[in-house]
């Protein structure tokens, strides 16, 4: 099925929406039409039919149901990682449980159903950004973590964090005036920022080079500065990561 929208810019985005609740599919294909970011929608009733409608034509992203039969989101997800080109995904599922293996395939937003209007505009825009940021040849777009507190969803970029704190299968995110939980592990982070700048110097501590204040050493003991809410941050660096993170540094710097 096609949804098309008279009004978009013919190089807009492309995009396929994945659900095996046909209700559902039709109501999240009709907002996106909507949308002037969006030339054309497509939409598939099962993972293995998404599939097949990616072999037949160009798609800038999917809108992807995680529970359905025999493939799962997650299932198409893992098979598009494997292309040389993949379209962004943004899973819509009325699951909160699968956040963390979301993230570690580089999914572009995680949507929790029903879907407000204004929370899928974000998405867009967010795969918007990607496609652009590709276009124009840049290696890395900001990723963004949606962060509960109180009842409240706030969106943290990644180029807000300053460093970042292993707290068991959780990850605290320290930006330069408050702090926040994730559901993600702290090695995921790392493999996920590590191009841009992102380095362990502590088990359980992660933190963005191009922030560091200073490096100071005294008696053996290494810490770095970083900007924190009340003034700089000193943390502790370990021994083995040391020599490893100066040099990092200084040839960061001198580049």
């Not at 559902?24 to 969006?38: H, I, K, N, Q, W």
């Amino acid at each position: 099925m096609t949804v098309p929208d008279v009004d978009a810019s013919p190089s807009g985005l492309r995009v396929l929406v994945v659900d095996d609740e046909q209700p559902v599919c039709d109501e999240l294909a009709f907002l996106l039409a909507r949308d002037p970011r969006v030339s054309r929608v497509d939409t598939a009733s099962s993972g293995a039919a998404a599939l097949r409608l990616l072999e037949g034509g160009h798609i800038d992203a999917l809108f992807l149901d995680i529970a359905m039969p025999d493939l799962t989101g997650l299932d198409v997800a893992r098979v598009l990682a494997r292309f040389r080109a993949p379209p962004a995904v943004v899973f819509v599922t009325a699951h909160e449980d699968f956040a963390v293996e979301a993230f570690e395939l580089d999914a572009v937003d995680y949507v929790l159903k029903p879907v407000a209007g204004g929370r899928l505009a974000e998405a867009v825009r967010r795969v918007a950004a990607q496609h652009e940021a590709g276009a124009a040849g840049e290696a890395h777009t900001d990723d963004v973590l949606p962060v509960e507190r109180g009842g409240v969803t706030r969106f943290v970029a990644r180029s807000e964090v300053v460093w970042v704190e292993a707290n068991g299968d959780y990850a605290r995110l320290h930006t330069a005036s408050d702090s926040h939980l994730v559901r993600v592990p702290l090695s995921a982070l790392e493999r996920r920022w590590a191009g841009s700048g992102f380095v362990r110097i502590h088990r359980s501590l992660l933190v963005d080079t191009n922030r560091v204040l200073e490096v100071r050493t005294d008696s053996g003991r290494t810490v770095v500065l970083l900007p924190g809410p009340g003034g700089p941050v000193s943390l502790q660096v370990a021994r083995r990561h040391a020599r490893e993170l100066r040099d990092l540094l200084v040839r960061g710097r001198m580049s």
